[in-house]
């Protein structure tokens, strides 16, 4: 092989392999909704909280009334006395909150923080194990790819200009 040759070998090696070390690099690029990729979930938890595709209503107010007539499921009242503060008791009733937060002035779940804030049940880490524990609290039903759809930024809101971070809110669609 003529030097001149050997130089073009060179660089086709050298090019070729920095293509496959950028793509190996986006490969691993972690995929965060609104900070790395795009944000299919911008009002938060009624983006997945709704009438799905395949016709399961999904909506909170319809889970929060099933809660309040029914009682609430006993899988998530036990979550839910893991974390609440000690002091708090539990009836396993959630209080009919639907017009509150389908009517009220703030959107979901602001509405939901705000109760649970002035009455001592902090709402984050309950909603943070129903959906993120490593021994998921969502049903089996759910289909895999709502159960792997959930990110931090599925619910929170990175503000790429200021830097804080803050949570989505969204009303339900009628
Ligand atoms: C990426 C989709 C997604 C987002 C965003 C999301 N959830 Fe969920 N959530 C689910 C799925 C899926 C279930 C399991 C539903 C089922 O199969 O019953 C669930 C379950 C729940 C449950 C247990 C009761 C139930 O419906 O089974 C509560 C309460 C809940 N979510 C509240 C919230 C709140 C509050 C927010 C916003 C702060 C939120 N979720 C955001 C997907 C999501
Ligand atoms: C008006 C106040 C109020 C609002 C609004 C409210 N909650 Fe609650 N929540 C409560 C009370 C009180 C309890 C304790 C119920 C009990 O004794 O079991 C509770 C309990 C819970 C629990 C633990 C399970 C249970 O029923 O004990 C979850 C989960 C929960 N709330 C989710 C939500 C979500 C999600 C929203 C908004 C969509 C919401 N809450 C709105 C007052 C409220
Ligand atoms: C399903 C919705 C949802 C997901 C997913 C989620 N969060 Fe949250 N997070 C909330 C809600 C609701 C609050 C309560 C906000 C409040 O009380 O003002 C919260 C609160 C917080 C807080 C404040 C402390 C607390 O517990 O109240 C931190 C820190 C936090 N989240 C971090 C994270 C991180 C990190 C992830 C990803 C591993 C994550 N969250 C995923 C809904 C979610």
């Not at 990729?37 to 709704?50: A, L, Q, Y």
């Not at 830097?163 to 339900?172: D, H, L, R």
Request: charged share 15%; net charge positive.
């Amino acid at each position: 092989m003529t030097p001149r040759r050997l130089g073009w070998l060179v660089v086709f090696v050298l090019l070729t392999s920095a293509g496959w070390l950028a793509a190996q690099q986006a490969g691993s690029m972690p995929q965060w909704p609104g900070i790395t990729s795009r944000d299919t979930w911008p009002n938060g938890c009624v983006d997945c909280h709704k009438i799905t595709a395949a016709g399961r209503d999904l909506r909170l107010s319809t889970t929060l009334r099933r809660w309040a007539t029914q009682g609430t499921d006993p899988s998530i009242v036990a979550v839910a006395r893991s974390v609440f503060p000690r002091a708090t008791t539990l009836q396993g009733r959630h209080p009919d909150v639907v017009n509150t937060i389908t009517t009220g002035a703030l959107p979901i779940p602001m509405q939901c923080i705000s109760c649970h804030k002035s009455q001592g049940r902090p709402i984050g880490p309950v909603v943070h194990l129903i959906h993120l524990s490593v021994k998921p609290k969502i049903p089996a039903s759910a289909s895999l790819s709502e159960r792997s759809g959930g990110y931090c930024t599925s619910c929170h809101l990175l503000n790429l200009s200021t830097g804080a971070m803050t949570i989505k809110g969204g009303s339900e669609a009628r």
